[in-house]
């Protein structure tokens, strides 16, 4: 495997010589010193005083040194000797607070594979309102345990990279080997969210739940304060997405998975989608039924800027509130498509305005333009407005 | 050896190599002397009646016509970039006539000419003077060389030809048409590059100049861009390098979500400061920010109906589609980069071939760069006083030419530096660049993936910014953000041995460069 940019290799050998380090780096006559104390220290958390590491550097940070000496360690079979670090990333992260709804803006998901270090650091600036570290898909078998240990590191040392973004880490699936253990390497530093793929039912939620649960209290973390989302991605999913929304208070949106979905049910991807229509009507349906976000899929023609406006405004038109990204380009035409338009707040404002007058007059009943204000347009206007207000401060978008 | 603080700070020798040196006193001091008009060239012998006999028939004739001695000095132009065949062709063959101690003078090098590495180390080649890149300068920085290279801008180079600094013996010009006059253009061709300019100093103060092409055709050779009164041999070869690397294809534009988010940033600058309005100029290099943020200005050029009088620089096609759709009345061009520019050099009469004097000439009565209202330029390193380097990287070794940075830093209104904070874990802003190639007093705007930083003597600059709401930083804090994400670099270890000298447009030395250890 060839060292990638802002990444290095590393192996471990086993001898019975004084732990030494050798170090082939681009950058080794400004930061060599650097790293070889940060994988002498890492060693140390492993109580490892003997072998030889030999590292191949491109430039990688030194949280990531220090994840690909512990993932070379573990594999060696090599346990931490000291505790997992907290959040000394300097941010504290609670992006719910920042809204007065119950769940945050989620028009953009931008997922960040999980082994690629060099992404990481500017992942934050785009204005992207979740991001999601990604265990799964993006990371092949062979590197599951580098990936969730450079996560558990990234989130230990540099939130601040982040931004103001939801953090998410989509775990592998809990019924399978490794999402569990992907999990508990979390455990003194959960996410915002955890996103959940493959649930094919409320069982699958129900496991995650209570993981989080033990894990919470464990960390001294308020119980329940870790959002699961959910991702259904197969014909079962998409069938039983309503007792999957309504499992757990824990949820937060709802998700669907084209790509896979497609695959799953032996359909061909075509460019309207027509295929997944049924499906994708269904996860707004049960995700709206049960008062949480529908989130769609993502677009993967990163240079088709016309179709993914366009697919945009037709989840929009769907009632999906938000879709996924891959890269941060997209950003910009999913928050035009999410965003309410002007002419909606413009509305939202008038219905605002007559509900007060309504009030202040002692009317019972409000109208605009002859037709009664019922409770469900009333409550919506509100929603508007305050997703108006919220998005006017946290838009990356160009207003000049 | 005694040693002089020049006007940033750093120690200059007196002398190298018997040349006094004179120390940097500031980007445009007053009381320069000048020439403004280039000097007349060499003289050669009166030619016979009737017509003249200057086509080699092959190699060892045009060698044994130009003549070269060992510790002379020869040149060549970098328009046919990687692509380029003539230059590594020269070099060994005159080895192979046991010619050493050559200083080569090209106006920059690639990838291509590492091969030169050889030649350095065999002590063919002693030194270099012009531009460097690569393998060519480790190998300076390693201390390969015998003698101590000097790096100089477009426009310098041009005024060190003209004023005698740089004496050329032989010059050695690629053209991709000529005919056996010795006229010559780039627009034509199997190997055609577009301008032919960067020879043209050479052209004319060369005591020998040669023009070798693989397209020869009849005398009148037309357009003229090397005029055939000024050569006396030329040589026809099968080819003089890489179509496909001379010209890439199309240009397109970087899917860095970085480099975009700065591009976007800096457009953001230049129109909402004002320096965007009809009749305004620019130049961008063909890198992967500058064009990105060329591609947005055209975007808020064309939201607001705005048109530019011209585009300055090296060429590509996303230039020239603006300037076919109207957004810009003409191209001034050095360099073209695709085959898109190339055929718009050839067709387009407001795509006009410019030279390192009528561009960049420190002792021109104004050059084409101090029309500009904005130049966007790059760098591998920036300090807190805004000192840019863009000739070694951070390990002290020299990776980098100058090309017209400079030139076009101290002419345009407002000079914007585009730069990511940090690449791969080395930071951008230090507290004192390793070289200095570019003072401070001409650089106004740093912009990053992380804000922009407005140089303290540029208020105008920053109340224009304040007041559009543009992410301002100060260039320290932008230090120490990202300090805390990479760490602090140590210095890398140099020795005493000055290896190369950094020269300034009008010869005065800006800095010194070391050996590497």
Redesign the interface.
């Known amino acids: 495997m060839n060292v990638r940019?802002?990444d290095c290799l590393v192996g471990y050998a086993e001898s019975d010589a004084p732990l030494s380090v050798r170090l082939d780096s681009?950058?080794?006559?400004?930061?060599?010193?650097?790293i070889k104390a940060g994988a002498e220290a890492t060693a140390a958390e492993y109580g490892v005083d003997r072998g030889e590491l030999t590292i191949i550097d491109?430039?990688?940070?030194?949280y990531v040194v220090s994840s690909r000496v512990e993932a070379a360690l573990r594999r060696a079979g090599y346990k931490k000797a000291t505790a997992y670090g907290k959040n000394s990333g300097g941010k504290t992260h609670d992006v719910r607070k920042r809204h007065s709804s119950a769940q945050p803006w989620r028009r953009s998901r931008l997922y960040l594979p999980g082994d690629q270090p060099d992404l990481l650091?500017?992942s934050g600036?785009?204005g992207a309102d979740c991001l999601i570290l990604d265990l799964e898909d993006s990371v092949p078998p062979s590197r599951k345990i580098e990936a969730r240990i450079l996560a558990r590191r990234v989130l230990e040392t540099?939130q601040?990279?982040f931004g103001n973004a939801e953090i998410v880490v989509r775990i592998n699936p809990i019924s399978g080997i490794w999402g569990k253990d992907d999990l508990w390497e979390l455990s003194a530093v959960l996410p915002d969210a955890v996103l959940l793929p493959k649930c094919e039912s409320s069982a699958d939620i129900d496991a995650l739940a209570a993981e989080l649960n033990t894990l919470e209290a464990q960390s001294g973390r308020e119980i329940g304060s870790t959002v699961i989302l959910a991702l259904v991605e197969s014909a079962r999913g998409v069938l039983l997405s309503l007792a999957i929304a309504a499992a757990s208070p824990r949820v937060g949106a709802l998700c669907f998975g084209a790509e896979d979905f497609s695959r799953d049910i032996g359909a061909r991807r075509t460019k309207n989608g027509g295929e997944a229509l049924y499906a994708r009507q269904a996860v707004v349906l049960a995700a709206k039924a049960s008062g949480v976000q529908a989130l769609d899929s993502v677009y993967s023609d990163?240079d088709d800027d016309a179709g993914f406006t366009a697919y945009c405004e037709a989840a929009r038109a769907m009632g999906f509130d938000g879709v996924g990204l891959v890269?941060?380009?997209q950003i910009a035409s999913a928050h035009r498509s999410f965003d309410p338009g002007a002419d909606e707040i413009d509305e939202a404002e008038r219905i605002v305005a007559s509900l007060a007058e309504a009030e202040v007059q002692g009317l019972g009943v409000a109208s605009l333009d002859g037709k009664m204000i019922d409770a469900p347009v009333a409550a919506r206007a509100r929603l508007i407005l305050e997703t108006a207000r919220s998005g006017a401060s946290r838009s990356n978008g160009?207003?000049? | 050896m005694k040693w002089n603080a020049n006007a940033l700070g750093r120690d200059i020798p007196e002398s190298i190599d018997g040349r006094i040196l004179k120390p940097f006193r500031g980007a445009s001091p007053a009381d320069q002397d000048g020439t403004g008009r280039a000097r007349g060239g060499p003289v050669r012998p009166v030619p016979a009646r009737g017509k003249p006999d200057k086509l080699a028939k092959h190699w060892d004739d045009l060698l044994d016509r130009m003549d070269v001695r060992s510790g002379e000095t020869i040149s060549f132009h970098h328009h046919l970039r990687d692509g380029d065949a003539v230059v590594n062709e020269v070099v060994e063959r005159l080895a192979a006539r046991g010619i050493r101690d050559l200083t080569i003078a090209p106006t920059a090098l690639f990838p291509v000419h590492d091969r030169l590495v050889s030649f350095i180390e065999s002590g063919v080649i002693s030194k270099v003077e012009g531009s460097m890149n690569g393998a060519v300068g480790v190998a300076c920085s390693r201390g390969k060389m015998r003698g101590v290279s000097v790096l100089r801008s477009h426009g310098g180079r041009q005024r060190a030809v003209q004023d005698g600094d740089l004496h050329i013996d032989a010059a050695f010009i690629a053209a991709p048409c000529a005919d056996p006059f010795g006229n010559a253009n780039g627009v034509l061709g199997k190997s055609a590059c577009g301008p032919l300019t960067y020879p043209v100093p050479d052209s004319l103060c060369a005591s020998r100049v040669a023009v070798i092409t693989d397209t020869l055709t009849p005398f009148p050779c037309a357009p003229r861009s090397i005029v055939g009164g000024n050569v006396d041999a030329v040589l026809e070869v099968e080819s003089i390098g890489d179509a496909s690397k001379i010209v890439s294809g199309t240009t397109r534009l970087t899917r860095s979500p970085t480099q975009l988010l700065i591009a976007d940033l800096t457009a953001r600058f230049i129109e909402t400061t004002g320096i965007m309005r009809d009749g305004f100029s620019f130049q961008a290099g063909a890198g992967g920010i500058s064009l990105a943020a060329v591609v947005f200005l055209a975007e808020r050029m064309r939201a607001r109906g705005v048109k530019a009088s011209f585009a300055h620089g090296g060429a590509t096609g996303i230039l020239v589609g603006l300037l076919e759709e109207g957004l810009l009345d003409a191209i001034v061009d050095l360099q073209s980069f695709d085959l898109e520019a190339v055929r718009s050099c050839r067709e387009n009469n407001r795509h006009i071939e410019s030279t390192p004097f009528d561009s960049y000439g420190p002792k021109a009565a104004a050059c084409a760069a101090s029309m500009l209202d904005v130049a966007i330029l790059g760098a591998t390193e920036i300090d807190l006083d805004f000192n840019v380097n863009v000739n070694t990287h951070s390990d002290g070794l020299l990776l980098h030419g100058i090309g017209g940075h400079t030139d076009a830093a101290a002419s345009a209104a407002c000079t914007i530096i585009t730069v990511p904070s940090f690449r791969k874990r080395i930071p951008i802003i230090r507290e004192r660049v390793t070289t200095v190639s570019c003072p401070g007093e001409v650089v106004d705007v740093i912009v990053t993936e992380r804000g922009l930083s407005v140089n303290p003597r540029r208020p105008d600059l920053i109340s224009r910014a304040r007041a559009a709401g543009l992410p301002l930083v100060e260039i320290g804090d932008l230090m120490n953000d990202v300090r805390s994400i990479t760490g602090i670099p140590d210095e890398p270890e140099f020795s005493d041995r000055i290896i190369a000298l950094v020269e300034w447009r009008d010869g005065t030395v800006i800095d010194v460069i070391r050996q590497a250890l």
Request: charged share 30%.
């Open positions: 940019k802002s681009s950058v080794g006559a400004l930061f060599g010193r650097k491109d430039g990688a940070l030194d650091p500017n600036l785009f540099h601040d990279f990163t890269h941060p380009r160009r207003k000049n």
